[in-house]
Structures are given as structure tokens and as C-alpha cells.
């Protein structure tokens, strides 16, 4: 039977996640993975979580096992108002929905938001989870410039103008790939350039709890109520395992959003969700979220310090102020692709930037590289032998370059 001939076009659109296949390939014991975006194991509030589960069965009973509204439970909702008014986002708890993780959100807006030829804005490098999630809508993707300090304001309002855009989606705070963060004075001039265009931004925004340095910024939901849909997780915070994401988006979008769940799953877990509730509700979150900091802190700052002690110098990278990633860059013209292949034989495992393109081509000089799953020995260990892989192939990209000049000298 010719099973090929019964998919859906948009099959073409779709592919295995890079980074999960990766993960796969590098499961192999001894290997020092800095490829995924994983939590550490350490940072889950496995002394709590009794706790919760006895609270929720004594607070809602069977409730926490029943099918529920496809928006969200209640309780959740409502703690989720609370919280999000320490970064300036002042709503109802009807205007918060809950997604099986954000994952589930960007799956969502694809869906409501996006046609074949849809033009989407997106920066380069972007998070590779919205391209595979918005490429079986079969968007266009429109370029966005960035810089040290994230996307260009100037570039987006270019974008704007020439381009018939259905949303732009960002990662302003902490970013995936590149662990960048807007400043404040970029995204004030973000918001006033939404609010003139009558454009729409996806604000995704699952990493700035994870501050380690300096302090908060506004979201730019704060700034463009009306023009942003904000996505958050607790993945980060508390469990990934319980799949809680949720969104805030305008009225109109908001009701789409519904019933393009409703075709999905009918709802997020119930008692995850409850789970979920109490933690915020019970202010654990506030009590284990320095815990995580503290945990997170010292990795970044020993992967920082190995990267200036053991990198070769033709390569820079990021220093963010929090989040789960640096982005390191090579010189133009390296290809990170037998550095990859070669380090992965020594045991230790990254993601090639490419990935987080939109554009085939692109980033082949880079990579992304995660700290928070090993502690600050093992991390060191690791990027010592990267750096020692990255110097040889250097070396040998040189080696190749001069025999070329060489040959050609010789014709």
C-alpha cells in the first residue's frame, strides 16, 4: 500500500526535532551533553511534591481527575494573574489559557494565525522549537536583524513597512539560541513600532525568572498590551514533566485559541494543572526559585570562565545575565561540522547553530551550548576539550586554505 501518497502536504513542512535527534545520538554513556535545553534533575522540587499532590487531593478531590474547561483551571488561572503582575502583566484570569506546555502554544498560533505563504518575522538565530512548529503551516519567514543586544529596531521597522507581516515572534528575555536580552530602551522603541504598524508580536517569554545578574525588564506585553501575545512556562521553574504552559492574547485571538484546543487535547492535565496551582498559590515558587538560581549561577559562571581560558580567539560568545544558553561564533567562513562530528567522538556533544535559522546557509560558524545539566567540574572538563577540537580544526581549515593558494599558485 502506498502509504506516501496519503499524507497531508503540509508533511513536507514537517521534520524531527535537530536537538532531539541529537540527544539521541549522544544518550551514550560518558558523554557530556551541552546540546539539550534540559533543567537539571537537581532543580525540581522533588521534596515538595508529596506535599502538593496531598494538598490538591484534600483541596479538590475528584475535581483534579475530571475532565475540565478547555481555557484552563480556574485555580491556575488565577494564581497565574498574580504572578505575571510582578512583570507588569495586569489580567483577568480570563484572559489567561493554559497549553500543554508553550510548546503547545506555538503549535496554536500556527495553526489560527498562519496560511501557506504567511509572511512570519523571526530573528536569526530563533528558537528552533517555532520553526518546527509553524513550518507545517508553510509560512514564509522574514528576516529580522539582531545584534549583540537581540533584534534591531530599525530592522523591524523596515520589515514592517515592506512586508504584509501576520505576527513577529521573539524571544526578547534570555534568548534561545543566544541567551541575549532586549534592553529597555529597544523595547520601548518595539512597542511604539507595533503600536504604529497595528502589528502583532508573539512575546515568548520562558526564561526570565532565571536571572542570575542585574535586574528585571519590562515585558513588552507591559508596554503593547494590545499588540502582544505573551506566552510563559513553568517547565523552567518547576516541572517540564507536567507540560504548563499558558497565553495571553487578545480577545479575539484569545477565542481561536479555544477552539483550536478544543481539537487538540480538550485540555491540559487537570491534576497537573492543580499541582501547578498550589505551587503558586502556596508561594513555593518564591521559596524554590533561589534554589534554582543558586544552581544555575555557578555552572554559567564556570562555562563562562573555561570558554576565556580554553576557546581558541578567533571565536566570541554570549555572557547573558541568565537564562540556560550561551552562543559562541567562529570566524567567517568555519564550518562547525567536523568540530562536531570529531567532538562527539571525544565525548562531548553541542548544537550546531545551523539549526536556528530559517534559512539554509546560515550560522554555520556557531554553536549553542547549554550549562545547566553538569556541574561547574564536569562543564570545564567539557569545554576544555571543545575548545582543543576547535583549535585543531581551525588548524586544519588553515592547513587546507594555504595548500588551495598554493596549488592554484602553482597552475
Known sequence: MDYES??????????????????????QPGMISLAGGIPAPQSF????IEELTAVVLKKYGALAFQYDLTEGF????????????????????????????????????????????????????????????????????????????????????????CHKVKFIYLVPTFQNPT???????????????????GALLFEDDPYSDLRYQGTQIPTIKSLAPDNVIYAGTLSKIFAPGLRIGYLAAPAPIQRWLVLSKQGVDLHTSTFNQALAAEYLNGGYLKEHLPKIIDLYRPRQQAMLAALDRYFPKQFRWT?????????????EGFDLDQAYQEAIRRNVAFVPGRYFYSHVGEGLATMRLNFTMFDETVLTKAIKILGEVLAEQLAAQAGAATREKLKIAGR
Not at 535537530?18 to 540527544?23: F, M, P, V
Not at 509553524?134 to 529580522?144: G, K
Not at 541567551?179 to 504598524?197: D, F, K, M, Y
Open 179 to 197: 541567551g541575549r536580552t532586549l534592553p529597555l530602551a529597544r523595547r520601548v522603541q518595539i512597542a511604539e513600532i507595533l503600536q504604529r504598524h
Open 319 to 331: 555572557r547573558p545575565q541568565g537564562g540556560m544558553f550561551l552562543w559562541a561564533e567562529g570566524p
Open 45 to 48: 522540587p522533588m521534596d515538595l
Open 6 to 27: 496519503l499524507l497531508a502536504d503540509r508533511t513536507t513542512g514537517m521534520s524531527a526535532s535537530a536537538i532531539r535527534e541529537i540527544l539521541k545520538v549522544v544518550s
Open 74 to 161: 480556574l485555580p491556575l488561572r488565577s494564581a497565574l494573574a498574580e504572578y505575571l503582575k510582578q512583570k507588569g502583566i495586569f489580567l483577568t484570569r480570563e484572559e489567561i489559557i493554559i497549553s500543554s506546555g508553550s510548546q503547545g502554544g506555538l503549535d496554536a498560533i500556527g495553526k489560527i494565525l498562519i496560511g501557506k505563504g504567511s509572511k512570519v518575522a523571526v530573528e536569526a538565530p530563533t528558537y528552533l522549537g517555532a520553526l518546527q512548529a509553524f513550518n507545517p503551516y508553510q509560512p514564509e519567514y522574514v528576516r529580522l536583524e539582531t545584534d549583540d543586544d537581540g533584534v534591531m529596531p530599525e530592522s523591524l521597522e523596515e520589515v514592517l513597512r
